[in-house]
């Protein structure tokens, strides 16, 4: 059940908001949405001094992700200092040095937005909270693409109810907020600016 945040969080991994996902032809449904509570979540990390750091995944050749093609570019520009982490796999702490960046700015807790729910933002929110650290997710802060009919299976599933069951299958550790404009930011747990 989505909730207030608890406290602030001091980090906001956005995961591979990236230009195939989020315009044209395979951008995600609702993506307008995604953009503009990403951009929301954006302006108040930084703000408040938290870390920003940005996954970007590296898809297979011939992919809307292939690396250095437009749909691979990231969608929102960094600002000077806020760290893209390239990624080959789901999971945005496997073979990248994600902890070692959190740890090495005391975060404590973080906020997770992107795409796709069920995959990089699930699986990135799933290390996370196994490694120990308060997961806050903003429920319109993250989307995922139509689930196909299956024969035999299913009908079509649609986007919003895919990016539901994958928050509502994170488990009851993680922070569901309804909205971007409820997470809150704080800098390091020690009060420095990172």
Not at 138 to 165: F, G, K, L, Q, W
Not at 170 to 183: H, K, N, S, T
Request: some cysteine; proline content about 7%; hydrophobic content about 40%.
């Amino acid at each position: 059940m989505p909730q207030q945040a608890s406290a602030p969080v001091h980090a906001l991994l956005v995961v591979d908001m990236q230009t195939a996902f989020v315009t044209g032809k395979d951008a995600v449904p609702d993506a307008e949405r995604v953009v503009a509570r990403t951009r929301e979540l954006l302006a108040a990390a930084r703000a408040s001094g938290a870390l920003v750091v940005y996954l970007q995944n590296d898809g297979e050749p011939g992919t809307p992700d292939e690396p250095h093609t437009l749909g691979w570019e990231l969608h929102m520009e960094p600002e000077p200092g806020e760290p893209v982490l390239r990624k080959t796999v789901d999971d945005g702490f496997e073979e990248t040095d994600l902890k070692e960046r959190l740890d090495a700015h005391g975060v404590e807790a973080l906020a997770v937005c992107g795409v796709l729910s069920e995959m990089c933002v699930s699986a990135t929110t799933r290390t996370a909270l196994d490694l120990g650290y308060r997961v806050v997710l903003p429920h319109d802060a993250h989307a995922t693409y139509d689930v196909p009919a299956a024969e035999n299976i299913s009908e079509v599933v649609p986007a919003a109810m895919a990016s539901r069951a994958a928050e509502w299958a994170l488990g009851d550790e993680v922070e569901i907020i309804a909205y971007a404009r409820d997470a809150r930011f704080t800098s390091r747990p020690d009060g420095r600016h990172t």
